[in-house]
């Protein structure tokens, strides 16, 4: 009966436009802390969507006209100046992504100056993030692993990776169900703490000790999506604290204006 009422959640979310594309193993995770909770069908996946959105539809919203995108980035590949003007249009179209747009120039150079290069990144809870890769100076033939919950969102960013000079791969996911466990050089955990800790209080500190990186570069949002500050950074700076608290790592800290990042070295 529960797994009956399951379902029929399940095929709710997914049914509607917004919510399509969502990692199914999320919204069923989601829908199942709902329906424990005593809701009714009709409040519990109205509550999933609430939930989905806070973690997902707040950034990405609705469709995105992706196959016009990759037709222009196909045509400009080896435009390196308008391409990479394309990437910076089309990053726009995730709130978060955006973010860092006025930081690119600096955001990579600055913290990886110290760093050996890469030979493999591991991309989670990607975004868009995935088309600021020109902005890393990889070697080329880097292996990067993206993986994020829209599974449109996924192929698009297949797609970009497969014109860039690296061996990319990019999947649909639920970092919280399923941390990935792929051994790589470099972690990015950009911005999505705060995410998966709405869905599971435990996820971000799991995530960070379960990945098999050398490095891990893991940052906060420095403002809210409206643009409020709210006393943002002192607190997700406490919550960082908390989350390497007794750990045998070394942290490094960086401050840029929309973001605030920390490299740990496992
Ligand atoms: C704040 S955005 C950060 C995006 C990207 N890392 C960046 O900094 O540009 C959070 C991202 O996490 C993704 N997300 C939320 N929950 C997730 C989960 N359980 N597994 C994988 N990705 C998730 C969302 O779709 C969204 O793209």
């Given at each position: 009966m529960v797994d009956e009422v399951l379902d029929q959640l399940i095929a709710a979310v997914l049914g509607s436009a917004k919510?399509?594309?969502?990692?199914?193993?999320?919204?069923?995770?989601?829908?199942?802390?709902?329906?424990?909770?005593?809701?009714?069908?009709?409040?519990?996946?109205?509550?999933?969507?609430?939930?989905?959105?806070?973690?997902?539809?707040?950034?990405?919203?609705?469709?995105?006209?992706?196959?016009?995108?990759?037709?222009?980035?196909?045509?400009?590949?080896?435009?390196?100046e308008t391409f990479e003007l394309l990437l910076l249009e089309i990053m726009e179209n995730h709130a978060s992504t955006k973010e860092r747009v006025p930081i690119l120039d600096h955001f990579y150079t600055s913290i990886f100056a110290s760093l050996p290069p890469f030979e493999s990144v591991l991309d989670i809870a990607c975004g868009l993030n995935p088309l600021t890769i020109p902005w890393m100076n990889l070697p080329s033939g880097t292996k990067y692993f993206a993986c994020d919950i829209y599974?449109?969102?996924?192929?698009?960013?297949?797609?970009?990776?497969?014109?860039?000079?690296i061996d990319g791969t990019a999947q649909s996911c639920d970092v919280i169900s399923n941390p990935p466990s792929t051994e790589v050089d470099l972690a990015l955990v950009l911005k999505t703490i705060p995410c998966l800790e709405q869905v599971d209080k435990q996820a971000g500190e799991r995530l960070l000790e379960q990945l098999n990186a050398k490095y891990i570069l893991v940052s906060f949002p420095a403002k809210s999506l409206g643009g409020r500050d709210k006393g943002m950074r002192e607190n997700y700076e406490a919550r960082f604290n908390q989350?390497?608290?007794?750990?045998?790592?070394?942290?490094?800290?960086?401050?840029?204006?929309?973001?605030?990042?920390?490299l740990i070295r496992k």
């Open positions: 919510y399509r594309a969502i990692h199914p193993g999320l919204v069923a995770r989601i829908g199942k802390d709902e329906l424990a909770k005593g809701r009714k069908l009709k409040e519990a996946v109205k509550a999933t969507k609430n939930k989905l959105h806070q973690v997902g539809g707040a950034y990405l919203g609705g469709q995105k006209p992706y196959a016009e995108w990759l037709s222009d980035l196909t045509e400009y590949q080896y435009d390196v599974g449109d969102m996924i192929g698009f960013v297949q797609d970009v990776l497969n014109l860039l000079p989350l390497v608290e007794g750990k045998d790592w070394a942290v490094e800290r960086f401050e840029f204006e929309t973001e605030l990042a920390y």
